[in-house]
């Protein structure tokens, strides 16, 4: 039971750690450079974002608890999905709000939309709730992608 407990916090831990990457790279910026440039009208207020990804890589870190503690002969594959979409994740952070680099980020996004789905489909196979916990996390990056291309059509 001990080593479950372990496996969760760590798990947990591994999520949390991309999101401090993110909010570091982030969080200078958003009362700096991204004040200035052009965003759409559906572009949520500031404050929102925080507690949404908060919810979202909890959720991330419970699906990341469930295939680490899985049998099945996919784990190690869909493992090193979920390891990618941490990188992918923490990457575009860096590229959208350090870099300015509005068309890489849409690179990377894109990129990340894609193993998210991956990972909901091919995750099932271990839980249906590695399926069912990715879909907010699948709906916000779909949005997240959308207002990034809008972002950088308008600039």
Request: charged residues 10%; positive net charge; aromatic residues 18%.
């Amino acid at each position: 039971m001990k080593n479950k407990a372990l496996i969760f916090i760590l798990s947990l831990l591994a999520c949390y750690a991309a999101a401090f990457i993110g909010s570091f790279a982030t969080i200078d910026a958003i009362t700096g450079w991204y004040t200035t440039i052009v965003k759409p009208s559906f572009n949520p207020p500031n404050w929102i974002f925080g507690p949404v990804w908060s919810l979202l890589y909890t959720l991330m870190g419970i699906c990341f608890y469930l295939i680490n503690i899985s049998e099945h002969p996919s784990k190690i594959f869909i493992r090193k999905l979920f390891i990618v979409q941490l990188i992918l994740n923490a990457f575009w952070s860096i590229l959208f709000f350090n870099l300015h680099a509005l068309g890489f980020a849409i690179v990377d996004i894109l990129l990340l939309l894609f193993v998210l789905i991956l990972i909901a489909i091919k995750g099932q196979e271990i839980s249906i709730w590695c399926r069912i916990l990715f879909i907010p996390y699948i709906l916000w990056v779909s949005f997240a992608t959308i207002l990034n291309i809008s972002i950088w059509w308008l600039n």
